[in-house]
Nanobody, 125 residues
Framework: QVQLVESGGGLVQAGGSLRLSCVASGRTSSSYNMGWFRQAPGKEREFVATISWRGSSTAYADSVKGRFAISRDNAKNTVYLQMNSLKPEDTAVYYC??????????????????WGQGTQVTVSS
């Protein structure tokens, strides 16, 4: 089992930045690809970014490409999401997730095995 705890959300003006963190505990000796997803009110949870367990490969949703950056520090069991040039449409609850399948990066909700409780990001116009 892996437990994931997100932090770093908050209220920011459009054009601003936030950095989300996700700390993993439990069976962290295992290798996982990690992902960030988000869910806005009344919408389905959607993929944002993912990173391979070694940190050598990443993938992003088109809507955040060039503005967001995912990274990880395996020594700290932590994954980050740096969010720049934030827009009101980025407002959502952001979730961290772990994928036991590490052969390739995956981008859909059912493919991830463990989830955090989420952190709220609100971008005002």
């Amino acid at each position: 089992q892996v437990q994931l705890v997100e932090s770093g959300g908050g209220l920011v003006q459009a054009g601003g930045s936030l950095r989300l963190s996700c700390v993993a505990s439990g069976r962290t000796s295992s290798s996982y690809n990690m992902g960030w997803f988000r869910q806005a009110p009344g919408k389905e949870r959607e993929f944002v970014a993912t990173i391979s367990w070694r940190g050598s490969s990443t993938a992003y949703a088109d809507s955040v490409k060039g503005r967001f950056a995912i990274s990880r520090d395996n020594a700290k069991n932590t994954v980050y999401l740096q969010m720049n040039s934030l827009k009101p449409e980025d407002t959502a609850v952001y979730y961290c997730a772990a994928d036991r399948e590490v052969i390739r990066l995956r981008t859909t909700v059912p493919q991830y095995d463990y989830w955090g409780q989420g952190t709220q990001v609100t971008v005002s116009s």
